[in-house]
């Protein structure tokens, strides 16, 4: 519910659904879940599409604005 279609999390990170044309809030909303989610998400539940679809998306954005000036939060 909170995922949005280009496999980001929710730019509101658990308040409500929301997606942001910002890479480097898009790169800490998501990277925060996402990390939140590898501790809590049982083992085999990882490799499941909406989990890998949010890594690829949070990959990508990391690779197209490497020379950007990020928020570093989210690199954490």
């Known amino acids: 519910r909170m995922q949005n279609r280009d496999g980001s999390f929710s730019a509101s990170y658990f308040k409500n659904a929301g997606y ?3 890479p ?3 790169i800490s909303t998501t990277g925060h879940t996402l ?3 590898m501790l809590a998400l049982e ?3 990882l490799n499941e599409p909406w989990v890998r679809r949010a890594v690829d998306k949070l ?3 990391l690779i197209q604005y490497q020379a950007e000036p990020l928020e570093v939060g989210g690199m954490y």
């Open 20 to 22: 942001s044309s910002d």
């Open 43 to 45: 083992q085999d539940r």
């Open 24 to 26: 480097s809030k898009r």
């Open 59 to 61: 990959s990508s954005d």
């Open 35 to 37: 990390e939140f989610l």
